[in-house]
T-cell receptor
């Protein structure tokens, strides 16, 4: 069983729609969760982090965490073509060893 | 510069040769990570350094891989007797504090070194 799992996609949404990206993790004691965006040929960059159950909003992005279900998601409202990228979910285990999901590729169609 | 830098940006080598990859973290960042990313894949954890503590080497795929870090500065990742399956992008990241704290865990990534083993 992979430590962090994501649907590889591609996920295609029309411009202006809501994109929903999902991630499940296996370690029940994990306390922090991260979403990174990676454009093709570039390095990952942090989009959001979340530590508590519930929702955390930052502009057009909302992270949702459900520790009981070991599930974290990222919603992108009013999707733009510039949001087209691969989104990586990252979860630290044992406080320092980060596991990344394989990423979900998002295509936002104009 | 203000960000994480890595060198070389690209490296082409022949099978069996040794390669050394370098990472300069953001000044003041105590934690440093190395990852490997194969084409179309996610990031694979290789090794973690935190201050002067013993590094977490649990992600190194074989004894051909080794890494060093001097204090809280430069790190080098060495791959001995390279194999074709070592071809990948090697990413370095640094963060202000170790994972497990509620602040400062954001990892800042360098541009990566693209390694091609022929």
């Amino acid at each position: 069983q992979k430590e962090v799992e994501q649907n590889s996609g591609p996920l295609s949404v029309p411009e202006g729609a809501i994109a929903s990206l999902n991630c499940t993790y296996s370690d029940r004691v994990s306390q922090s969760f991260f979403w990174y965006r990676q454009y093709s040929g570039k390095s990952p960059e942090l989009i959001m982090s979340i530590y508590s159950n519930g929702d955390k909003e930052d502009g057009r992005f909302t992270a949702q965490l459900n520790k009981a279900s070991q599930y974290v998601s990222l919603l992108i409202r009013d999707s733009q073509p510039s949001d087209s990228a691969t989104y990586l979910c990252a979860v630290p285990y044992n406080f320092n060893k980060f596991y990344f999901g394989s990423g979900t590729k998002l295509n936002v169609k104009p | 510069g203000a960000g994480v830098s890595q060198s070389p940006s690209n490296k082409v080598t022949e099978k069996g040769k040794d390669v050394e990859l370098r990472c300069d973290p953001i000044s003041g960042h105590t934690a440093l990570y190395w990852y490997r990313q194969r084409l179309g894949q996610g990031l694979e954890f290789l090794i973690y350094f935190q201050g002067n503590s013993a590094p977490d080497k649990s992600g190194l795929p074989s004894d051909r891989f080794s890494a060093e870090r001097t204090g809280e500065s430069v790190s080098t990742l060495t791959i001995q007797r390279t194999q074709q399956e070592d071809s990948a992008v090697y990413l370095c990241a640094s963060s202000l504090l170790a994972g497990g704290s509620l602040v400062g865990e954001t990892q800042y990534f360098g541009p990566g070194t693209r390694l091609l083993v022929l």
